[in-house]
């Protein structure tokens, strides 16, 4: 019988731990796998050799159930990129070694885009030396932004978060008899599909958020104004939702650069909603203020939602049967069956076509004028928060399970 | 009979509607009232002749739960204050006049310190005119600042959302292998009973924030990088939680002040949190994060804390006997009977005596080295963050009750 390892990388969401609840318990059901290992920090903790024994840690379904409601990495995170074999082998040679040594089968990388890079890099060199390691992905990221797949667990709890704290912004702004403007900054460097989510605080008394701008759109400063401007004659209080990665037409981002990079070369931003505020402040004579929703956006379990937690769990599973068939170089994927009753099944793609690409947010799901969502995004999107976690709380905090000790 | 008049000021918070049902409630339940109006925007309503007939909305239970667990103002906020009747008699005349010709026979307003200013020389009028017009005040306030109280509605679930976002901080910091400091500013400008509740955040497994700053304590920039510094050697991952208020031992804020001022002459604070963000970046070598909980702590109803719901409900109904019992001039207080199991009960005080004062955090609420919270805090604190709402969802939002049209 063989083992495996599983391992989380990337930011966190709030469906993270679900995923790896999902492996676990696919691992613990399969009976051609022994033991499920996890490494701690992402694919480093295999580098360093800092691993946990899961399989029976969550022999118990307690356990695994407050492991699934629980935000960010249970096993820790890293951000590290892997060379290719041909700039520097030693890591792969170190990996596989690992492997041998520990009898895996199958190593899952729950992760976004970057983790994708190297699921496609470990089973090319797998392929290569003729492991039969098998390695899958499981996705995770709040900026829906992987191809190949519908959405992408984490999603679904993060547009659950943005569109609640939407709602209730909009209850605490309308209070008061003067004209005002709320400019909330929503993250997503390149897609706009979190941003697009503040969409779903609309309901049948109130329409805000009354502008959305997301990063697939060029932005216009004055067309903005001018928007803000005859919404104001309408209404006392205007909410914008904006997202971070917002651009003018030549790709400038609409924000005080901090100009650090990150290890992947992304440029790490602020300040889009702050850009925005001092903009309205100036050339328009109301009442403004930038709110962030900053990283609660991403770690906010308790207002999880149910349909992306259940999701995230079957994708770990599913994650697992396509290993035990001897798959690899997947990434597991959803595939949207019917809208309404709302549908899904479990599917996968070559690891190879996903990595390193963006899915945007295309046009059809953008209002023509580019300052709001369509219809169409909205169908798309309601699905994805319905429900709510199953949590139980320890005096008066939610009960998350704890994290082991990472270092 | 008599009719009622109800309004709200001030800032948001999770429970000034709870407050409000109560009145509601209250007015319903005793045989000597008839009507219960609600002023729009705070005293300015009456004074404008703006309001609404409460009586047959609120009949059906279905309406009053939901107002009860509802965000924010549902009869809106102002933030007028009311001249002495010495500079400007003319808005207490027009007060009284409205209230002769509404058969009003008690006022009721929800709101902090600066709505029990206008109870104040509200009910000090009405003596002088000889009205029998009964002026009440229901306290609430996140600041949880008011005197003579033993704590104020709306405070309770804004500290059950503050502690609930910093253990979610704590599981979304932790991940990653490196050194970080993140510090978090929280609400309260000249008391720190909020920021202290981040305390109520620490369990079994985390003793974030390590790092508490109440504007109680005069800041002193050197033992704070001291303090991180220190700790940085024993953790990784180091949480710091700060009152947007705190001053350096001159009484000069720790924040980028904007200079601008409110009604009541407060100064519009920003900047605690990125002002040591800055300092940290520049004087010690580690990944640094400001984040700001910003209004979403004030008006997070999803999270509001049952305990608080419950007691602001009571508070309201305690109201409405108090002036059928022909008491005026007097705010309604909570005072804590017994710690465990905790009980309390409700009772008055008369306004001038509260009005325009604060309750800082006593010092043996504090830590001897000023960075930290004591036990008899945490004591103080655990009971008001017990329960969570009877929230009901839609589409996968919270259920709120539609505010109406207010201008």
Redesign the interface.
Known sequence: MKNCIVA?SGG?TAAINASLAGVVQGVLEHPEYSHIYGS??GI?GILEGRFLDLTETFQSPEALGRLKV????YL????YKLPTPESDVSPYQAVFQFFEKMGIGAFFYIGGNDSMDTVDKLSTYAEKIQSNVRIIGIPKTIDNDLCATDHTPGFGSAA?YV???L???Y???????LKSVTIVEIMGRDAGWLTAASA??R????VAPHLIYLPETAFDAEAFLADVKSLLEKH?NIIVAVSEGIRDKDGNYISASTGSKDNFGHSQLSGAGKTLECLVQERLDVKV?A??L???Q??????A?RTDLEESFCQGQHGVSLAAKGETGLMVTIQRVQEEPYQVSYGASPVREIANQVKSVPPEFIHPKGNDVSPAMLSYL?PL????PALT??????C?L??PH??
């Open positions: 989380q966190p701690l920090n480093t629980s935000p960010a990495m820790g995170s890293c951000r659950k569109a609640t704290s709602l209730e912004i209850h605490d702004t309308v209070i008061y008899h779903l605080a309901n049948s008394y109130s006392n203020r709110i962030e900053n990283i609660l991403r770690c906010g379990s308790h207002i939602s309601k928060i319905q429900g709510e709380f320890s005096q008066g905090i939610p998350y704890p994290v990472l270092s």
